[in-house]
């Protein structure tokens, strides 16, 4: 039965009970005096229509603020407040039930759809995954059987009562009839009237299909009671006077309505009080407008305030479907071209998520807009979080790809460990490290293992290399030492000795410093400084040909060079330089000699000029000569 912001009053209390004064019952007059009572029935229901005000849509609304609270339930809270429903199966209503069901399986859907996510961030696949049991979901179906079996036998005897009531009302109705059409003794026929009334208000629920049909001929054979039967003054005046007090007394009751502070529950409470002022009689003719435009007036300010309570709520829900919008618009508006790292998916992750948070925290949205709106940032949630599993996907396959290059680079470190080519293998290990920074990230349950087993690998060569540079440092310090008391023993060369013998003496003193190893690196350029200069001091006291001092100063370099890393590469290097060399000088040679034959003796300078040319001729091959010497040196020491 929809609730109504006014409920239909008795025919008598909306029309105008037009009526005479009742005489006296005497013997004199009980016989030719009549109560005239010209309301009709037609009367009665216009009127009726005037103050029937429906509200149709308070119920749904009143139905939509229970499911803002249920909302908020947890889910052993739903269960709870459901067994109490179902232990007062006669109280609780079928809206009630449905609504804590639907909150239930919200809850349950959004602990299956993280599970599923979880699932899903573990390496899972979507076809593999199986909902978890549970518990409270059998509970909840349990109960929901228990009350539907509860409902189904309260309905039936509902259903049986009402039947039964609608015969009871039919027999009452028959009664009043015979009343209007009996002869009877006055007092009998008043008191067997009053007797009906009192059980028609005994007699409650009817079928709703039977309201109006019985109210009607009720109220047409209560009229015609009061019309045709010849009734005193005193009890007349009596009914009106006691119907009075009850009406007066539900006017102050609808009035403290006003301060109730329930505004649903005062108008929940008005629908009862006006069911009663329907069974209340009439009042005098002269106090009917008046009181019951007070009981309207008071009904009226009720009803207003429930409807206000529900346009704030309905203004609130407009509110919370904007709210909701936005939210929707922020997560379809997601740029996924921009997220390409996990960095960028985690931080994007995060607002999702509070997006999400935030969501929760807001109200219904009007009805006719709040599954559509859910749909939507159901939608929108989804294609976020698929782009997020496909994206995890291919950074899943592309780190599996990368823990294969990076074992291939732990392998190729540990099988450098051990070297002693301290520098070559240096570049390598650094080559390594540099490459490794060039492969993505691998999964994190591997990326501590593999990283560990790569650089345990470059710092066991570190470490090695680290000793031998401290050892070698020492030996360093040694040689230098050794090198400068060879200048000292080469400026000191004995100066009385033949020079032949001072010539052979200095090239072994040469010899020796090429058999010294290597000096400090920032004494190097400096030693050997002091070296040529000592040498070459020696070969101009000597008169050694340049050529010559050319020579033993390229065998003490061949020698330094031959002796270092990779010497046989340097010595190639050195070898294929000469080479270029003594070529180009090739070139140059045979230019010369075929220019020196164009040149004229008889022409002005051209004697100067060829001398010029023939000394440069002489020079070319003088340092062809030494080249060649050269070459045959590196390859003495590639032999």
């Given amino acids: 039965m929809k609730d109504t912001h006014e409920t239909n009053l008795p025919a008598e209390e909306t029309g105008k009970l037009e009526e005479t004064k009742v005489p006296e019952v005497t013997p004199e007059n009980t016989a030719t005096e009549e109560v005239e009572v ?144 009996s002869q009877d003794d006055f007092n009998k026929l ?37 019309d045709i039967i010849k009734i005193n003054n005193q009890f007349r005046d009596y009914d009106f006077k006691k119907n009075l007090e009850m009406k007066t007394t539900l006017c102050e009751t609808v009035e403290k309505l006003e301060t109730e502070p329930d505004v ?63 939210i929707c618009e922020e997560i379809e508006s997601i740029d996924f071209d921009a997220l390409k790292t996990f960095k960028d998916w985690e931080e994007k992750n995060k607002e999702v998520i509070a997006l999400q948070d935030k969501w929760k925290t807001i109200g219904f949205a009007p009805k006719k807009s709040n599954v559509k709106i859910f749909e939507r940032f159901r939608t929108a949630c989804d294609v976020y979080f698929n782009k997020k599993s496909a994206f995890y996907k291919t950074i899943k396959e592309d780190m599996e790809k990368n823990l294969e290059l990076k074992k291939a680079l732990c392998e190729k470190a540990e099988a450098l460990k051990d070297s002693t080519e301290w520098k070559s293998t240096t570049e390598k290990m650094i080559a390594l490290q540099k490459e490794w920074k060039t492969i993505g990230s691998v999964a994190r349950k591997h990326s501590d293992a593999v990283w560990k087993r790569f650089i345990s690998a470059c710092d066991y060569f570190f470490e090695q290399k680290n000793k031998n540079v401290s050892s070698q440092k020492s030996v360093e310090q040694t040689n230098l030492a050794a090198k400068k008391a060879l200048i000292e023993k080469i400026k000191n060369l004995d100066e009385t000795l033949a020079a032949d013998d001072a010539l052979a003496e200095l090239k072994a003193m040469m ?114 000569a030494l080249i060649i010497k050269k070459i045959d040196a590196i390859d003495e020491n590639l032999e």
């Fill in 264 to 326: 649903v529950s005062a108008f929940h409470q008005l629908q009862k009080l006006h069911q009663q002022w329907r069974e209340i009689g009439p009042v005098a003719k002269e106090l009917r407008e008046e009181l019951w435009a007070r009981f309207k007036a008071a009904s009226t300010i009720i009803n207003k305030r429930h409807q206000e309570h529900f346009e704030t709520l309905k203004s609130k829900e407009q509110e919370n479907l904007v709210a909701k919008t936005t």
């Fill in 511 to 624: 010899a020796e410093w090429n058999t010294i190893g290597h000096v400090p690196f920032k004494e190097k350029d400096k030693i050997y400084k002091e070296y040529h200069e000592a040498v070459d001091s020696q070969f101009d006291r000597l008169k050694v040909d340049q050529n010559d001092r050319k020579m033993q100063s390229f065998r003490s370099n061949l020698n330094d060079m031959a002796s270092g890393e990779r010497g046989k590469g340097k010595l190639y290097g050195e070898r294929e330089k000469l080479m270029r060399m003594y070529d180009r000088m090739k070139n140059e040679l045979q230019t010369y000699e075929n220019n020196i034959g164009f040149l004229s003796i008889s022409s002005k300078g051209g004697g100067g000029l060829v001398k010029e040319m023939e000394r440069k001729i002489e020079k070319l091959k003088g340092e062809m």
């Fill in 38 to 181: 010209t309301e009709t029935v037609e009367a009665t229901e216009t009127k009726e229509e005037e103050v029937a005000e429906t509200v149709e849509g308070t119920t749904e609304t009143v139905e939509e603020a229970t499911a803002n609270a249920i909302g908020k339930l947890s889910k052993e809270e739903i269960l709870e407040k459901l067994t109490e429903l179902v232990n007062a199966a006669t109280e609780a209503t079928r809206n009630e039930v449905e609504s804590l069901k639907q909150a239930f399986y919200k809850i349950h859907r959004a602990e299956v759809e993280e599970s599923k996510k979880t699932f899903l961030e573990n390496g899972g696949e979507e076809k593999d995954f199986v909902a978890p049991e549970d518990e409270a979901e059998n509970k909840l179906k349990e109960l929901l059987a228990v009350y539907k079996e509860k409902r189904a036998a309260i309905l039936a005897e509902e259903e049986r009562v009402k039947a039964a009531n609608y015969a009871l009302k039919l027999q009452l109705i028959d009664q009043l009839k015979a009343l209007t059409e």
């Fill in 190 to 226: 008043y008191n067997d009237f009053k007797d009906i009334q009192q059980r028609w208000k005994e007699v409650k629920a009817v079928p709703q299909e039977h309201v109006n049909e019985l109210w009607k001929n009720y109220q047409i054979y209560s009229e015609r009671f009061y």
